[in-house]
């Protein structure tokens, strides 16, 4: 059975995308950790990371630091940091957090209230600021 990001990136299910080529995908996480956390997925869907070929993988990082550069351009962060976990949803996937103070809580599990129209605004802001 198709993933939920599978269904996100055929657009079977709702998201607040950021940005596609045509290898990878970014959109906002809906529990995020801090404004503009952001999921960077593979096109192709295998579960573990480290299953991916190397040139999937190293695009995959590729395509997050494009994505990454574009959320500290929009948002203004002090750096954005990265996750990979993967325990909840079985497709390959790196979690981009925007960091924006020193000492701020970035772990995986903590929930930061944002409304709709903010994520489709985070969303906006960021696509226009991720460089091709
Ligand atoms: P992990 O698998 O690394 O533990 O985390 C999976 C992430 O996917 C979680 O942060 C969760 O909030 C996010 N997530 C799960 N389902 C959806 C969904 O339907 N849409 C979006 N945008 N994010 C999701």
Redesign the pocket.
Known sequence: MAS?FTK?INGE?P??KIAEDDSYFA?????PISEGHT?VVPKKEVDYIFDLEDEVLTGLMNFSKKVALGIDEALGTIRTGV???????PHA?V?LVPIYFEGQPVS?GRKTEVSKERMEELAQLIGKAVKA
């Not at 959109?27 to 529990?31: E, M, P």
């Not at 996750?83 to 949803?89: D, K, L, Q, R, T």
């Open positions: 939920i996100i299910i998201c607040y959109f906002l996480d809906i529990n999921l996750i990979v976990e993967g325990m909840e949803v996937h979690h995986l």
